[in-house]
C-alpha cells in the first residue's frame, strides 16, 4: 500500500523554497491587511455599532451553517432518491436546476422583502414576483427539456457521441 | 463528542467534494474578491480621496464600468461564496475542533473570514436596494470589512498554498490506497470526469451547475449597470430608462426637502472667488454660452444611465470670477442637510470640458426631482457627487 503523498512532495528543492517564501510573504501581507482592516473599525464604529456588526457576523454564520447547508443538504438527499431512476446526467441537470432556482429565489426573495419595508419610492419599482415566477417557468422548461434530451438519446456524463456508437 | 461529530460529518458527505473541487471554486471566489475589493478602493478613493488619488475623466464612462462591474461582482461572488463554504463544510465537524495554539489561529482567522465575507455580500447586496436594516454604518463597515476579508483572503492562500499547489491542475483519476485519517490532508481523489453515484452528480456537473448559477444572477442583475443586458434585468432594484426624464432618481426632491427653495422665483446661483462674486438668475445662466454632452450618471449602488445633458460649461464658470483653471471647487446644495450638501470638485474635473451646470436633460429641461434648476455632472465621477439643486460654487 503506498501511502498519501505529502504536499510537495517529489517537487525540485526550489520550487519548495519558492513556495515557503511566496506563503511568508503572503501570509504577512494577509496579517498586515487584516490588521489594518480590524483596527479602522473602531475608528468610525462606537462599540454599540461594533457589538451589532458582531452579532450580524455571528447570525450570517449561524445562519449559513445551521439552515442553509443542513436544508440544501436534505434537499440533496431527496434529489439523490428522486433522481435515482435517471440517467446520472439528467440528475445533475435536475440538481443544477433547483440550485439556480434557490439562489434566485434567495435574492429575489431578499428584494421582495426590501420593497416591502422601502421609503424611497424611485427605486425598487419592479414586478418582481412576477418575474420570478417568470424565471422559474422558464428554468422548469429549460430543465424539462434537457431531461426529457438526455433521457431519450440516453447520453451519460462521460461518454461521448462517439463512445456509444458501435 | 467526537462520536456525533463523525455522525454528522457522515450526514453531510459528498462524494463530490474533494479539494480539487474547494481549489476550483477558490480560484473563482479570490478572483470575485479581489475585483471587488479593487473596484470598491477605486470608488472609495473618489469619494473621499488621499493626496495621491487620480481622477480620470476619460473615458467618461470609467466610473460606470468599475461601479458596474464592483456590484455585479459582488452578487456573482454569493453563489461562489455558497458553494465554496459548501466544499469545506466537513471541515465544522473535525474533532477536536482545536489540536494545537496554531490551528486554534488557523481557524479563527477562517472563522473571520467567512463571517465578514457572509456579511459584506449581504449587507452589499440590501445596500442597492437602499434598505438598512443594520445598527451600523453600512459605508465604513463596508470599507473596513473589505480590508479584512481581502486580508485574510492572502492569508487563507498563504496557509493553504501547498493544497492549493498540489489541486491547481486537473489529475487524472488516483485512487487513494491508504484511508485518510482525520489528521490528514483530503485524499488526492481527481475523478471530475468519473461516472457519479446513481442519482449524484460530478464534480464538473456542479462546477458547471454553480458557473450556471452565477451566470442567472449575473444575467438577471446586471442589466441595471450594462444596457446591453437591459431586457434581462428581472432582479435589479434600478432597470434603465425609468423615473422621470428616463433616467432613474436617487434622491428625491421630497426627500431632501429642497422643492420650495428650488422652485423659488428668486433662485440664484452663487460663484465666487476670493473678493470676487457673481450670482446668476436661471436666465441668465440660461444666455451663456451652452453645451451639450453625453454622459452617464453612475450611482455607488451599481446603477448607470447614459443621457443628454445640457448647460454652462463649469470652467465657464471658473474664468467668470477670475480663477486660474487649476482651481478646484467646492459645490453646495439647496439641500438643509445631508452627507452631500457640499461637494468638493478636484481641478481635474473642473477643467474638462464636458463637466457641466446641467439645466437641461434629454431635450427638456430639468425634473425637479433631477436637480431642477440647475446641477452637477461631470464625467467619470460618482452620482452622489454629481450634486443637484446648486446654490453656491466656490472657486478655491
Redesign the interface.
Known amino acids: 500500500?503506498?501511502?498519501?503523498?505529502?504536499?510537495?512532495a517529489g517537487k525540485p528543492a526550489g520550487a519548495g523554497k519558492a513556495?515557503s517564501i511566496?506563503?511568508?510573504?503572503?501570509?504577512t501581507?494577509?496579517?498586515?491587511?487584516?490588521?489594518?482592516?480590524?483596527l479602522?473599525?473602531p475608528t468610525?464604529?462606537g462599540p454599540?455599532?461594533?457589538l451589532?456588526?458582531l452579532v450580524?457576523?455571528?447570525v450570517?454564520?449561524l445562519l449559513?451553517?445551521g439552515v442553509?447547508?443542513?436544508v440544501?443538504?436534505l434537499a440533496?438527499g431527496g434529489?439523490?432518491?428522486?433522481?435515482?431512476g435517471?440517467r446520472?446526467?439528467s440528475?445533475?441537470v435536475l440538481?443544477?436546476g433547483l440550485?439556480?432556482g434557490a439562489?434566485?429565489t434567495v435574492?429575489?426573495g431578499?428584494?421582495l422583502?426590501?420593497?416591502s419595508?422601502?421609503r424611497?419610492?424611485?427605486?425598487?419599482?419592479?414586478d418582481?414576483a412576477t418575474?420570478?415566477l417568470?424565471?422559474w417557468a422558464v428554468l422548469a422548461a429549460v430543465v424539462a427539456v434537457l431531461v426529457y434530451g438526455i433521457e431519450r438519446t440516453g447520453m451519460?456524463?462521460?461518454e461521448s457521441r462517439q463512445k456509444t456508437r458501435p | 463528542m467526537e462520536k456525533l461529530t463523525n455522525a454528522l460529518a457522515a450526514r453531510f458527505a459528498s462524494p463530490t467534494r474533494s479539494t480539487r473541487l474547494t481549489v476550483v471554486l477558490g480560484r473563482w471566489l479570490g478572483l470575485s474578491f479581489t475585483i471587488c475589493f479593487l473596484t470598491g478602493l477605486f470608488s472609495h478613493g473618489l469619494q473621499e480621496p488621499p493626496s495621491w488619488m487620480f481622477f480620470p475623466t476619460t473615458p467618461v464612462w470609467i466610473y460606470q464600468l468599475t461601479q458596474g462591474i464592483h456590484v455585479t461582482t459582488g452578487i456573482a461572488a454569493i453563489p461562489l461564496l455558497l458553494a465554496k463554504l459548501w466544499s469545506v463544510y466537513p471541515e465544522l465537524l473535525k474533532w477536536p475542533p482545536v489540536k494545537s495554539a496554531a490551528h486554534a489561529l488557523e481557524r479563527a482567522s477562517i472563522a473571520l473570514f467567512i463571517a465578514s465575507s457572509l456579511l459584506q455580500l449581504t449587507t452589499g447586496l440590501i445596500n442597492t436596494y437602499k434598505w438598512y436594516p443594520w445598527p451600523f454604518p453600512f459605508r465604513q463597515t463596508h470599507f473596513w470589512l473589505a480590508w479584512v476579508i481581502w486580508g485574510s483572503l492572502l492569508l487563507h492562500i498563504a496557509v493553504k498554498l501547498p493544497l492549493i499547489m498540489q489541486h491547481w491542475r486537473s489529475r487524472p483519476s488516483v485512487r487513494p490506497q491508504v484511508a485518510a485519517g482525520a489528521d490528514s490532508p483530503a485524499p488526492l481523489i481527481d475523478d471530475g470526469g468519473a461516472p457519479p453515484m446513481p442519482g449524484g452528480w460530478s464534480r464538473r456537473a456542479f462546477l458547471a451547475a454553480v458557473g450556471v448559477t452565477t451566470g442567472a444572477v449575473v444575467l438577471t442583475t446586471a442589466g441595471q449597470s450594462f444596457s446591453w443586458l437591459d431586457p434581462l434585468n428581472l432582479f435589479a432594484p434600478r432597470k434603465m430608462g425609468t423615473g422621470p426624464q428616463a433616467v432613474p432618481v436617487n434622491r428625491t426632491a421630497a426627500d431632501a426637502k429642497v422643492a420650495d427653495l428650488a422652485l423659488a422665483e428668486d433662485w440664484t446661483l452663487t460663484v465666487s472667488h476670493q473678493d470676487t462674486r457673481r450670482i446668476l438668475t436661471l436666465a441668465e445662466l440660461q444666455a451663456l454660452p451652452q453645451h451639450e454632452h453625453e454622459l452617464p450618471i453612475a450611482c455607488v449602488e451599481g446603477w448607470s444611465q447614459t443621457a443628454t445633458w445640457r448647460g454652462v460649461r463649469i470652467r465657464d464658470l471658473v474664468a467668470a470670477v477670475g480663477a486660474p483653471p487649476s482651481s478646484s471647487l467646492r459645490v453646495t446644495s439647496l439641500e438643509p442637510e445631508g452627507v452631500y450638501r457640499t461637494m468638493d470638485m478636484p481641478a481635474g474635473y473642473a477643467q474638462d470640458e464636458r463637466t457641466l451646470v446641467a439645466l437641461e436633460l434629454n431635450g427638456q429641461t430639468l425634473d425637479l426631482d433631477h436637480g431642477y434648476p440647475a446641477r452637477i455632472i461631470a464625467p467619470g465621477r460618482p452620482g452622489v457627487l454629481q450634486t443637484k439643486w446648486l446654490h453656491t460654487v466656490e472657486v478655491r
Not at chain 1, 1 to 8: I, N, S, T
Request: glycine share 14%.
Open positions: 500500500m503506498k501511502p498519501v503523498m505529502p504536499a510537495g513556495a511566496w506563503r511568508i510573504v503572503l501570509g501581507a494577509g496579517v498586515a491587511l487584516l490588521g489594518y482592516g480590524l479602522g473599525l468610525q464604529l454599540p455599532q461594533l451589532g456588526l450580524w457576523m455571528a450570517a454564520v449559513h451553517d442553509i447547508v443542513p440544501s443538504t440533496g434529489l439523490t432518491r428522486l433522481g435515482s435517471l446520472p446526467a440528475g445533475a440538481r443544477g440550485m439556480t439562489v434566485v435574492i429575489a431578499i428584494l422583502k426590501a420593497q419595508v422601502a424611497n419610492t424611485s427605486a425598487l419599482e419592479g418582481y418575474n420570478l417568470w424565471f451519460r456524463p462521460g
